[in-house]
Structure formats: C-alpha cells, structure tokens
C-alpha cells in the first residue's frame, strides 16, 4: 500500500554539530506533517536531541 506517514527524520553533517534543516525543508516537513507530530532527531557530541517540527519553525502557514 502507499506509505505516506513520515514520524522521524534524522538529520546529520559530518562537517557541522547540530546539524538544522534549512528553512525550506522545515516547510517542506511541516506540508508533510498530516496530523502527527513528527520527530527530528539532531546528534551533538555524540548525543542526541529530539524536537518536533513546530519548535523549530514556528509561525509556518498551513496549506488549506
């Protein structure tokens, strides 16, 4: 069947820690997001750290 329901992403750089998605693609995800919250799991000095897409774009327009 289709599978269409994104809950994690894990976003790496070999070059950068913490590595953030751009702008673009945190609109892109929160388009994506139907209703669940999705995860996005961030590595810094072998540790993670986890986040949901509305705190790190806050104030995103909603596709109607």
């Known amino acids: 069947g ?3 329901d994104l809950l ?3 976003i790496y750089s ?3 820690k913490k590595c953030y998605a751009c702008g673009a693609c945190r ?3 929160q388009e994506f997001e139907k209703g669940q919250q999705i995860e996005i799991i ?3 000095d ?3 750290s986890s986040y949901k897409i509305d ?3 806050p ?3 909603k596709l109607i």
Do not use: R
Request: no cysteine.
């Open 46 to 48: 072998n540790t993670f």
């Open 42 to 44: 961030l590595e810094d």
């Open 27 to 29: 609109q892109w995800l």
């Open 8 to 10: 994690k992403i894990a």
């Open 59 to 61: 104030y995103s327009f």
């Open 2 to 4: 289709e599978k269409s």
């Open 14 to 16: 070999p070059k950068s």
């Open 55 to 57: 705190e790190l774009l």
